[in-house]
């Protein structure tokens, strides 16, 4: 079977952010599971238009999430909620979501930006994707990534575990179901 293909979307754009950093973590993590093809779309990169007007990064992001077989969204809280950016992404596209799993990688403050992901489900839930059950939630992010090597605690790391081998679980099988019978949706 062909290696699953995972996008990890860094949600956050915000000057001084550390969500690139979650995400390499999480990235680092991802990729030793030999059976996993992963990419990273950065939000700040790829500047997504706000009016959800076509244009080549609407394209190029277009076409990333429709081959892709499961996403990883990886997304801080802001004010008790998710980034704008990130919403923007998940409106920027459509069909493309369809019957594709999605987990997601969260990092704040004393929450771990439980409250953003909490949000994010019902988004994703109206897009017609899976979200896993498993989610990483990084409590006090600063301490865990303000200085190299990381110190990422052991909650975080056995959650990542978990995540990736459901996530692994609904991308193979959604692979197979839409190409044996496209989503009705």
Known sequence: MAPLKVEVIVGSVREGRIGRAVADWFVERATANP?????????????????FSDSPATDVFRQRIGRADAVVAVTSEY?????????????????????????????????????AVEQLRQVVAELHMVSVRQSVTIHRVRKQFGHEPYGVDSIAIDA??????????????????????????
């Open 160 to 185: 990542s575990e978990k995540m990736i081998r459901e996530l692994h679980w609904w991308g193979s099988g959604l692979r197979m179901q839409r190409a044996s019978d496209p989503y009705p949706g």
């Open 79 to 115: 004010n008790h909620g998710y980034p704008a950016a990130l919403k923007t992404a998940f409106d920027s596209v459509k069909h493309e979501w369809r019957a594709k799993p999605i987990g997601f990688v969260s990092y704040g403050g004393i929450s771990g930006g439980v409250r």
């Open 35 to 51: 059976s996993w093809n992963v990419s990273v779309i950065d939000l700040r990169e790829l500047s997504l238009p706000q009016d």
